[in-house]
């Protein structure tokens, strides 16, 4: 069973759509309790909006532990806010994360290098679509070719502390982390669910991946 975690915050039927469309045999579920995520053979983790209500969404949900349980031993997949959450620490409200992987998430800014060719600052959120260049291979990713383009909406990103688990990398005036993965995890800042034939080759991966 793929459980879509239902905590209050998520893409969540769009999501359901994708897997749905890349796996129509598979038991696809959005689920709410504790018990729903820990029996899941693989887990999705979705988010939208601000980081902090996220976190305080996940943490009312009573679903907090469940979740940090998947990430050590099944087959998860972080998306947007949902990869944010997983770092340790993001500079949107002065957030703690779940800190399953190390690292801060920043706002993209001028100071930061997010301008154009003219030296103006890019508008925030960065929102469109983005080609997406792979660092490494991964067997998510297996198909999906380089430099293709995804569907993004976000104002933060994050900056993983080692490098070994950048997966893929973005440019928005400047270059940044935007999937990454280590043993069972791998979590992406743009949606797969709305990136059409890349994003779906991505989730079709996952539903067989077996780390």
């Known amino acids: 069973m793929i459980a879509i975690v239902d905590y209050g915050s998520g893409n969540l039927r769009s999501v359901l759509r994708a897997f749905h469309a890349v796996a129509p045999d598979a038991d696809v579920r959005i689920v709410a309790t504790a018990q729903d995520i820990l029996r899941a053979d693989r887990v999705v983790f979705p988010g939208q909006g601000a980081m902090h209500d996220c976190m305080a969404s996940l943490s009312k949900s009573g679903l907090h532990d469940a979740v940090l349980q998947a990430c050590r031993s099944k087959p998860f997949f972080g998306i947007c806010v949902g990869e944010q959450m997983l770092f340790d620490h ?9 800190g399953v992987l190390q690292g801060e998430v920043v706002r993209f800014t001028e100071a930061r290098g997010a301008v154009d060719t003219n030296g103006r600052a890019l508008k925030v959120p960065h929102m469109g679509w983005n080609e997406v260049h792979w660092r490494t291979s991964h067997p998510v990713t297996a198909g999906v070719e380089r430099g293709g383009w995804f569907y993004f909406v976000h104002s933060f990103h994050a900056e993983p ?5 950048i997966l893929g990398e973005s440019d928005y005036g400047t270059r940044f982390t935007c999937a990454v993965a ?3 995890i791998i979590a992406t800042q743009f949606h ?3 990136s059409a034939n890349s994003g779906l080759r991505l989730l079709s991966n996952f539903v067989t991946w077996n780390p």
Not at 161 to 165: A, E, G, I
């Open 192 to 194: 797969p669910e709305k």
């Open 161 to 165: 502390k080692q490098d070994r688990f």
């Open 90 to 98: 993001s500079e949107e409200g002065d957030t703690s994360g779940l």
């Open 182 to 184: 280590r043993d069972n």
